[in-house]
């Protein structure tokens, strides 16, 4: 099967020129200074070795492959010939733009050809393209590609929901708006029944399951 280009480059694999350990921290140094405050006083000194540990979690996407994590697939499905949803999967990722932090939900929607794959692995691929820098469209546009590679699905869904600090901390300071994204695929991209069952799913409450 063709690998989709939306697979994660290994952090290992990085262009040589990538910053030392030293030089990300002497980079939080500067921003420090920049800001107006003193890195040498005392309540910043750890700062610039908290901040870079802080971005290893943050980015720790980078060191993942989507596609890996959805290698290992079931084909015995017992005849299953509907929809697979896991909804409300909780995310949050930094906008590449102001590297500002966003966090909502994520729900995410395949159509099985012969092949299923243990839930969790839904939840792994979105934290795996979460934590990247990222916009909200491109990310709802990498998992559903990555879920259509990988499994081969007849159709995928994805919508995401999501508070972007970037709009709510600075700027126009709007807080509580929602920016919604859906990204659909295959059968549920051409046929207008397989997405309406998308959306019946998808309202489907937890008092009627």
């Not at 729900?107 to 839930?119: D, K, S």
Request: charge should be neutral.
């Amino acid at each position: 099967m063709k690998k989709s280009s939306t697979a994660a480059p290994n952090i290992e694999k990085l262009p040589p020129r990538r910053p030392t350990r030293a030089q990300a921290e002497e980079a939080v140094r500067t921003l420090l200074a920049w800001a107006g405050d003193d890195p040498a006083r005392a309540g910043l000194l750890q700062t610039p070795q908290r901040v870079v540990d802080a971005y290893g979690e943050y980015f720790s996407g980078y060191a993942s492959d989507a596609l890996a994590e959805l290698s290992a697939t079931f084909e015995d499905v017992a005849g299953y010939d509907d929809i697979v949803m896991l909804k409300d999967i909780p995310f949050e990722s930094h906008c590449e733009h102001h590297v500002a932090p966003f966090r909502g939900l994520a729900h995410v929607a395949y159509l099985p050809n012969r092949r299923i794959v243990g839930l969790s692995k839904l939840a792994r691929v979105v934290e795996i393209y979460a934590r990247r820098l990222q916009t909200q469209e491109a990310l709802t546009s990498e998992i559903a590609q990555a879920l259509m590679d990988g499994l081969g699905a007849r159709g995928v869904g994805v919508m995401m929901l999501a508070e972007h600090d970037c709009m709510s901390m600075r700027g126009v300071r709007q807080r509580g708006t929602k920016t919604i994204t859906s990204r659909f695929m295959g059968c549920l991209e051409t046929d207008e029944a397989w997405r309406n069952r998308f959306f019946a799913m998808l309202q489907t409450s937890d008092n009627e399951t």
